[in-house]
Nanobody, 125 residues
Framework: QVQVAESGGGSVEAGGSLRLSCAAF????????MGWFRQAPGKEREGVAQ???????NYADSVKGRFTISQDNAKNTLYLQMNSLKPEDTAMYYC???????????????????WGQGTQVTVSS
């Protein structure tokens, strides 16, 4: 079993920055792919970024060049640095863990086994 818990959400103005954190607990040694997802009201949950155990990363086109995913293996913590935030980035952000190996494209939500409760990000214009 693995538990993940997000933190770091909040409200910022457009152009601002936020850093989300995700702490992982439990049998994390078998997890290969970690990801960030988001879901805005009335919309489906979408993948934002993912990072593999080898450090390889992938991003949604909408966040490329603005968001950076990273991990601190010693602390079992995943991060999402979000810069140049836009109002359309407003959503609940979720951290997720998968046993499946990360691929060259973002893994779908169904490949992720463990999910956090989410942290709200609100960007005002």
């Amino acid at each position: 079993q693995v538990q993940v818990a997000e933190s770091g959400g909040g409200s910022v103005e457009a152009g601002g920055s936020l850093r989300l954190s995700c702490a992982a607990f439990g049998y994390t040694y078998s997890i290969d792919c970690m990801g960030w997802f988001r879901q805005a009201p009335g919309k489906e949950r979408e993948g934002v970024a993912q990072i593999g155990s080898d450090g390889s990363t992938n991003y949604a086109d909408s966040v490329k060049g603005r968001f950076t995913i990273s991990q601190d293996n010693a602390k079992n913590t995943l991060y999402l640095q979000m810069n140049s935030l836009k109002p359309e980035d407003t959503a609940m952000y979720y951290c997720a863990a998968a046993y499946a190996r990360c691929k060259s494209t973002l893994l779908p939500t169904g490949d992720y086994v463990y999910w956090g409760q989410g942290t709200q990000v609100t960007v005002s214009s």
